[in-house]
């Protein structure tokens, strides 16, 4: 558990400048929380759900997962994988392809 701790409490990644507009921002903000949940997923697989709940009965397990939730989020608020940027760059990058396509 040490190491999940200090790998969350690790230092900020270097990322994108700031979204420019509102859509933006959201197209962000859903990004980061896809990489949040995907994050989550593979420490739940990866097995430190059970170890964090080892011994700790039904009340263990219940919050085991959301203890778990919180690492993922603090990975992704600190850089995560890069999952979030190259989907909200990809996502950035569709939008502006649809508005050129559109005929005013």
Do not use: C, H, W
């Amino acid at each position: 558990m040490k190491d999940v701790v200090a790998v969350a409490g690790a230092a900020p990644v270097a990322s994108a400048p700031a979204p420019k507009n509102e859509k933006d921002a959201a197209l962000l903000k859903t990004a980061r929380e896809f990489e949040s949940v995907f994050i989550a997923q593979m420490l739940s697989y990866g097995g430190l759900s059970k170890a964090l709940s080892a011994e700790g009965g039904f009340g263990g397990e219940a919050f085991s997962s959301m203890l778990v939730d919180q690492y993922a989020e603090k990975l992704t608020e600190r850089g995560g994988f890069g999952i979030a940027q190259k989907i909200y760059e990809q996502l950035r990058s569709r939008e502006g392809a649809s508005a050129d396509r559109t005929v005013p």
